[in-house]
Structures are given as C-alpha cells and as structure tokens.
C-alpha cells in the first residue's frame, strides 16, 4: 500500500536537489525511514540511493523519488511533508493534521502535529573557522 502523502513544492525541491548532488544519476530516489518515536512521535533517517532496497517500495509522488519501508509508508499515511528554513533551523517536517502539538519545553513555539528532522550535517560550503580568544 503506498501512503496518501502530499509533498510541498519546498519539500520536492529539497530532496530533489539531495539526490541530485548525490550524484548517483537518472533513477535514484530518497530513502526515508520513519518511525515512532522523538518528541512529537516520529523520528526518521533519509540518504539518496540508486535504488529501493528488496524491502522498500518506490513511492513517486510531488514530483519525487522516495524509497519506503511497509512501516515508513504506514506513518507517512495522511501526512504533509514540507521544509522548513528559519535563521536558527532547517529541516523536513511531517504535518499530521491529527496529531496534538508537542507541550515540552524545548521545543519552542509548538505547532500542532509537526516533527522536525534537522538536516544540519549537510554542509553548505566549508566550515568556520572557530574564533580564538586573544
């Protein structure tokens, strides 16, 4: 069963551009692993891959390419997927319309139903050089 899931045009455009830089060619996709789990009841892991493992199912949908797990494709089920950019984060959220806003203290101004995966490990050019104090 492949999941009834929207993708923004800010998400689409992420991802493509992650697997595009991937450099793996024509046909590669996102590999998107979801489960329960985190703060606001999902975590998940994503790479760009060749090709869907004997265990995943290619789900083609707002123009693109993810790899998912019969689990991933059950939680993505009714769910948004869209990128979120601010000055202090960026990052794939899941908005599930059903879902409560998380109430911990860290997590900032909540909004109902959303999980953040902070893709901060990608780089955006070279590191900064740390500041030293004189």
Not at 33 to 53: H, I, M, N, R
Not at 87 to 111: H, M, R, V, W, Y
Request: aromatic share 6%; glycine share 12%.
């Amino acid at each position: 069963m492949l999941p009834n899931l929207t993708v923004t045009p800010a998400a689409a455009k992420f991802i493509n551009r992650v697997v595009r830089f991937s450099g793996l060619g024509t046909g590669a996709g996102l590999r998107l692993a979801v489960k329960p789990g985190g703060c606001s009841g999902y975590s998940s892991d994503f790479s760009a891959q060749l090709a869907p493992a004997a265990d995943e199912q290619l789900c083609e949908v707002g123009g693109v390419r993810l790899f998912l797990a019969a689990e991933s494709r059950l939680l993505l089920n009714g769910l948004t997927m869209d990128f979120i950019e601010t000055a202090t984060e960026s990052g794939l959220s899941f908005i599930d319309p059903n879902k409560e806003a998380c109430a911990c203290s860290s997590a900032g101004a909540p909004q109902a139903g959303v999980t953040h995966i902070n893709i901060s490990a990608i780089g955006r050019g070279r590191p900064v050089a740390p500041v030293l104090p004189s």
